[in-house]
């Protein structure tokens, strides 16, 4: 129901000095201004009802904002059209929560639409400041001063006027929203505190900025104010305006074009001709749009495609634009594979794999706990560097199922041509990408685990260097942009994970090594090599020989002695083939009808693989003079080296044979040095040196050896001719000698002390330097084996040489007795070792 018309004038001095309270809610009315409310507590509801019965006057005041409120009138404003919440809240502390000025307002119109609510119409009378809360129950009731306004206008204030007028007049005309004749309203206005209020009302600001308008008594201040509310407005509609121009001129052009294409369709239709190319154009360009490809890239397929566009379909460029727009259509420039993250999971899978490999295993587990605290780290650069047959490949499969990825292998071995990695360019017939581009395209994500295998082998010619194009792939810095010079634009390889393997360090480039994490896989003990046979190797030949678990067993003993007996390496390949020859008979016998099942033991084991093939402790029956024994590091683990000294009549030259590369023999000459500087101490007489050729021979002679950790061994051997005491067979030794006799360290510890228990050393002599690395080296190694620390050759030759047994005491003959010839002992022969070659031995 509608009121009837209230009082035509209402005079600041007829206003009540107690005015019933009604708080507002996202929003402030300012004097002379109309606002539409809505009104839903019962309280409210009430005060409403006894002003309608009384003079129609209430008091309004903004309710102070939440930080939430005040963020989302910042961004939405609240100068809609529809009318405002006003009314009590719950627990309303008015001295806190409601502002210190408000405004009396005359209610004009006021219907009561449903049961718990009320719309009314009111119009705003005279700005007040609140001096008390006389009443809060059933609603607040506040004692109040009115405010007075000074009107009068001098030239600032008409200056202020006039620019706020300009302002907002150019606002009317950007928005949409408001009529050009509230423009026409506002120059009507001549009261410039009237000005000010109509012109806050009607902007959108929020109710934090309409309240802090009608807090301000000073007329001028209230002008500027309201001035930098206007141009902030300003801004943002010239801002939007402008953007809402280039949006429809990009229409317009779009629009443009697809009217030139069909007339262009058109004509060719009524001219008969039909144009298959465009039917492939379109479907490039639907392509290209549905791939949301990165800038760059979007831009080179367009420009391509528009020189396709411009082709006739039989010249020889089309297919090459075409194979192009292929690639670029295909690559996946934002598909990525989700990572599992399950630490222990991840865990379970690396173990289920293989065996053993901590270190490797420990360095994925903390790439996953990394990313899975910071998603957008980058892939690791991990290099597995050990012998042949330990993992390495197979690792890399594993972590790619550990983490969830996809897996791809790239063969580096005897690549020499740089354009296998980056490319080649489009000018060159038959151009492709390179191989890390083509593995990507055919992983169909940019977040594979990349397996870059053999990268010690990489060659190089007059084609380029791979290994140098590799550099920016490695490059965690670099390689976000990495460049394929067929692509010709960049593409993100931070997502990769690059696992390089190789057999050694040594031949790869320095800048190459300096990018990678290099983790070290040593070879197995017998114990490792034992486990896995029985847990992974055995199972896999029997299923892929066709036999059940039932048709075959190997005993323990059978295992150990086809890994002494039958391979000698520190990998497993060479295991993995001998039961793969055990299998392969067992199943023909079952194929010839022979019943199961068959065992395979120590016994029978020479029935299935021969003759064995290698004995380690063969030559092991005495010890001998002028042979030593040392440790050598190769590509496929460590080894025992040979050193054989010999003397014979000449005039004191040295003789080298057996490959000896530049710095082994450099330290047979610093052996000698030592021996004769220390003459006296070690019982040789000069003359020895002077009338005796020496000759040094480490046996292997078609295997090329180097390095300088042999030096004690030739010192010991040298030595050891020289004075005619034997060297002890059961003690082996490693370490570079100076001329002081000081014992210098080594690397490869680890290797070489499983070489040594392959070769049935017990006793290990090892520089004092190197006895930190003792901890690297396996548990049942350590029990196996007695490493002996040591630091000056007067050491290793007290542990390595036999002392000379005591001369036996001479008793006098009887007169009368026979004398009898006791014949010389023989010399025990040489110890040798067969002459078969094993690939890269050298002393480390």
């Known amino acids: 129901m509608t009121d009837p018309k209230p009082p035509a004038d209402v005079k600041t001095a007829n206003l009540p000095e107690r005015l019933p309270i009604l ?107 609140v001096e008390s809360f006389d009443q809060q129950k059933p609603y607040l009731v506040a004692r109040v001063t009115y405010l007075t306004e000074d009107e009068t206008r001098d030239k600032e204030t008409e200056a202020l006027m006039t620019n706020l007028l300009n302002l907002f007049s150019k606002i009317v005309e950007l928005s949409p929203g408001l009529p050009d004749e509230v423009a026409a309203m506002a120059k009507g206005i001549q009261e410039p505190g009237t000005l000010a209020n109509m012109i806050t009302s009607t902007i959108n600001s929020t109710a934090a900025q309409k309240q802090q308008i009608l807090e301000i008594d000073a007329v001028k201040q209230r002008l500027r104010e309201v001035t930098k509310l206007v141009n902030n407005q300003l801004e943002i509609l010239e801002l939007g305006n402008k953007i809402q121009s280039q949006v429809k001129g990009d229409m317009e052009k779009s629009q443009r074009e697809y009217y030139l294409r069909q007339q262009l369709k058109a004509i060719r239709e009524e001219l008969g001709e039909t144009d298959e190319g465009n039917v492939e154009i379109e479907e490039y360009r639907e392509k290209i749009a549905k791939m949301n490809l990165p800038e760059e890239a979007r831009k080179e397929a367009e420009r391509e495609l528009e020189r396709l566009g411009r082709m006739h379909p039989s010249s020889a460029e089309y297919s090459v634009a075409t194979t192009y727009l292929d690639w670029m259509t295909s690559m996946p420039w934002h598909v990525s594979t989700e990572d599992n993250l399950d630490i222990k999971e991840a865990r379970r899978i690396l173990d289920e794999d293989h065996f053993g490999l901590e270190k490797p295993k420990k360095r994925i587990v903390e790439h996953l706990a990394v990313r899975k605290l910071k998603p957008e780290s980058r892939g690791p650069i991990l290099c597995f560097v050990g012998p042949p047959g330990t993992g390495k490949t197979s690792l890399g499969r594993s972590v790619a199922r550990a983490m969830g990825r996809k897996f791809f292998r790239i063969s580096l071995g005897g690549v020499r041509d740089e354009a296998e990695i980056r490319g080649h360019r489009r000018t060159y017939v038959g151009a492709m990408p390179g191989r890390v581009i083509q593995a990507l395209r055919r992983c169909e994500s940019n977040n594979p685990v990349f397996m870059l295998d053999e990268v010690d082998k990489l060659g190089s010619d007059f084609r380029g260097d791979p290994s140098s194009a590799l550099l920016e792939a490695l490059d965690p810095e670099q390689n976000f942009a990495f460049s394929d010079h067929y692509l010709n634009i960049t593409f993100d390889l931070s997502k990769v994970m690059f696992i390089l393997t190789a057999n050694q360090t040594d031949t790869i480039p320095s800048p190459l090594l300096d990018r990678m994490e290099v983790i070290q896989l040593s070879g197995y003990t017998e114990e490792e090599k034992a486990a896995i046979a029985l847990r992974y190797l055995i199972p896999r030949q029997t299923r892929e020989n066709g036999l059940k678990p039932s048709n075959v067993t190997f005993s323990a003993g059978a295992i150990e002695s086809m890994i002494r007996e039958y391979t000698l390496e520190a990998g497993l390949r060479n295991l993995e083939r001998e039961i793969g020859s055990i299998c392969r008979k067992v199943a023909r016998r079952i194929a010839e009808g022979r019943k199961g099942p068959f065992t395979i033991t120590r016994r029978n084991l020479e029935s299935y693989l021969g003759v064995p093939k290698f004995q380690p402790e063969m030559d092991k029956e005495d010890s001998q003079v002028g042979l030593a024994t040392g440790l050598a590091w190769t590509q496929v683990g460590g080894e025992v080296l040979y050193v054989e000294a010999s003397l014979m009549g000449g005039k004191g030259e040295l003789i080298l044979t057996g490959q000896l590369g530049e710095i082994m023999q450099e330290s047979a000459r610093a052996a000698v040095s030592y021996a004769r500087a220390n003459r006296e101490a070690l019982g040789i007489k000069s003359e020895q040196f002077e009338n005796n050729d020496i000759h040094i021979h480490v046996p292997a002679g078609a295997i090329p050896k180097d390095g300088p950790s042999a030096g004690i061994a030739m010192a010991t051997a040298l030595i050891s001719a020289f004075s005619g005491q034997p060297v002890n067979t059961d003690v082996a030794m490693t370490g570079e000698i100076t001329l002081r006799g000081r014992v210098l360290p080594i690397g490869g510890l680890k290797e070489k002390a499983l070489g040594a228990l392959r070769g049935g050393i017990r006793t290990v002599l090892i520089p004092e330097k190197n006895k930190r690395e003792l901890a690297e080296i396996p548990r049942n190694v350590r029990r196996k084996l007695k490493f002996v620390p040591v630091t000056h050759m007067d050491e290793v030759l007290r542990f390595a040489l036999v002392p000379a047994p005591p001369a036996p005491a001479k008793t006098p003959r009887k007169r009368g007795a026979p004398s009898r010839k006791v014949p010389p002992k023989p010399k025990p022969a040489g110890r040798g070792r067969p002459d078969k070659a094993r690939p890269g031995q050298r002393s480390r």
């Open 23 to 129: 708080p507002l809610h996202d929003t402030a009315l300012f004097p002379k201004m109309v606002l539409p409310l809505v009104i839903m507590q019962g309280e409210s509801i009430q005060l409403v009802d006894e002003a309608m019965s009384k003079d129609r006057i209430v008091g309004l005041l903004a309710a102070r904002q939440t930080t939430e409120e005040e963020n989302r009138d910042a961004h939405g404003g609240t100068s809609s059209a529809g009318p405002k919440a006003a009314g009590e809240s719950p627990d309303l502390d008015p001295e806190k929560q409601l502002g210190a000025v408000g405004t009396s307002a005359m209610i004009l119109r006021m219907a009561k639409s449903q049961e718990n609510q009320t719309q009314m119409l009111v119009q705003g009378l005279n700005r007040f400041r």
